[in-house]
């Protein structure tokens, strides 16, 4: 569904990504592991077309779509559910809603897509006057993740979703991840809590110093010696 | 110049003539305020501050006065034409120029657009000279009275449309999809990125909507005082004073800004001298700095 084929990024003289290329099969779930400082974020926001790749090739659904601006892959449904959240602190819940289907291709469901993403984060329904900024970490992060749905992305990538949350909180955050899945999305995957996001992934690739070192199945990198030393502790 | 203490206390203990004067200041204020507006919207969105803002609002004067000399149309009727040629204006110069210039350096961006200022006041110059073009309409010298107050028809219905565009914008802002976008794009940049909300064209438009509104108020502008070429850099720093009395990229605070800047000037003129009315808005501006250095309305950070 999505290539990359050796996609580099640079900030000014420093190089964020070197040459990675990885697949991401339709209807599975891809993590992205690998320590802070790795790559991991500029390579999502290379693919969503917010940082503007100086080598390399991004395909989506046969279509290259290397450089375009995010209001473009947007509108393809390649979805982001970003690393911090990045919400409008200042604007509501619904207002925050209502922008994730600004995007064309979803303008016209809007409104009964809101009322699917109500359903499913009941607690936001409550919270639909309240300033975004002013809401629990937990609750920013189904503002984030209910944002994403309402440009009815195909693929979403997950920025460390679960940064920041409390224990109980990041179970739901992890139920919400594979119910999506079962519902068909295709899903990307970053996630400093590497046990939990390698079990739940069908393929993983490990991203060193801008570079992609390993790739299997997530089982296949749980058992891996090098893995287990450098993210799980052993 | 000494000051005359008694005509000062003689003006201040009459009742009737400060009563007038707020009042006149205040109308006055309401259309500084809509001339503001534009720069403290174009501020918050796109923060690349609009030096060329006066010299916007000289075109939209400069405009009027033509529609009125050549198709005899009132300078409320020439404001709706006005603010779409500027707002088409505002939006070109921000989506072929500035947006290029949004991450350079700020000194980068004054020089841009001291030079966009600087090119239009001396296009203004070269097309109409520097003599003073004023427009004479019917109503110039009619009023009501309400009770002791005296109150002018030209600036009734300059403020009354003033409130009125103030008021269409806050709805705009609050209520369209594309005003939510532009204040979502204002509140985190990459957020708006991440849900593909195409921010250079929201800052065209911002652009657009700033441009339009001080092309209004020039027109506005047009019923209260003459045009020329030379007002027009006066008015940026009008602009910018009302702006950060009232808070940078507030809405309220330039609407309030704007009443301040309007009532003191009217205050300074009758109690002190018409001559001293902008020594009094810098005195207010260094005062609301040293007090509340984020303005009236104005976020702190």
Redesign the interface.
Known sequence: MLEVEALSLFYGDMQALDQVSLTVPERQITAIVGANGAGKTSLIRAI?G?HRPSSGRVRYAGQDITGW???????LGIG?V?EGR??????TVR??L???A??PRARQAARRTLDDVLALFPRLAERQTQLAGTLSGGEQQMVAIG??LM?QPDLIMFDEPSLGLAPAVVQDVFRIIRDLAARGLTLVLVEQNVRASLTLAHQAYVLETGRIVLHGTGADLLADDGVRRAYLGG | MALDLTSFWLAISNGELMANTLVKGTLTGLVYGLMALGLSVIFGVVRVVNFAHGEMMVVGMYGAWLLAVHAGLDPLLAMPVMAALLFAGGYLLQRGLINRFVTRPEHVQFLLLVAVAMILANTALMLFGPDARTVQVDYAFDSILVGPLILDLIRIYAAGFAILLTLLLFAFFRFT?TG??I??AA??L?????????HQ?LYALTFGIGAAAVGAGGCLMLLLIDATPMIASDFTILGFIIVILGGLGSLMGALVGGILIGVSEALAGTLIEPSMKSMVSFGLLILVLLIRPQGLFGRRG
Do not use: M, W, Y
């Open positions: 969503a917010i601006p995010s209001h473009r892959t947007v509108n982001q970003a990045q919400l409008f602190p200042t604007l207002e925050n209502e922008l994730g600004a995007v944002r994403c440009g | 999809l939510k976008a204040r979502a509140d985190n990459l957020g708006a990125q991440v849900i593909g909300l195409d064209r």
